[in-house]
């Protein structure tokens, strides 16, 4: 199993970035995909997820600082997440990583995640 996560860049305060993370392996429809980000000096925190909930329907959540300017989705026919974010500001600078969750359960704690991208670098000039 294999995420390939691309996308990041430098873009200027205001700026709008399109994350994707693409897997392979294995189909993860029925699973959580999860992005975080890790900042330098600082712990992997959860910046968003797409889940599955037990109706079949696919749900959305975001850490509040990222509310509003960050948007999840994922495309199934090509076992891909993306994060789009908009209206970037200096301190979402981060490494960027996607995740998937097996498991049921929250999905806010990287260690409840089973496979990782490698991390894509987000920089936001001011």
């Known amino acids: 199993v294999q995420l390939q996560a691309s996308g990041g860049g430098l873009v200027q305060a205001g700026g709008s970035l399109r994350l994707s993370c693409a897997a392979s392996g294995r189909t993860f429809s029925s699973h959580t995909m999860g992005w975080f980000r890790q900042a330098p000096g600082k712990e992997r925190s959860f910046v968003a997820a797409?889940?599955?909930?037990?109706?079949?329907?696919?749900?959305?959540d975001y850490t509040d600082s990222v509310k509003g300017r960050f948007t999840v989705s994922r495309d199934n026919a090509k076992n891909t997440v993306y994060l789009q974010m908009n209206s970037l500001k200096p301190e979402d600078t981060a490494v960027y990583y996607c995740a998937v969750k097996i498991g049921i359960g929250t999905y806010y704690g990287a260690e409840r995640y089973d496979y990782w991208g490698q991390g894509t670098q987000v920089t936001v000039s001011s």
């Open positions: 797409i889940t599955r909930s037990g109706g079949g329907a696919y749900y959305t």
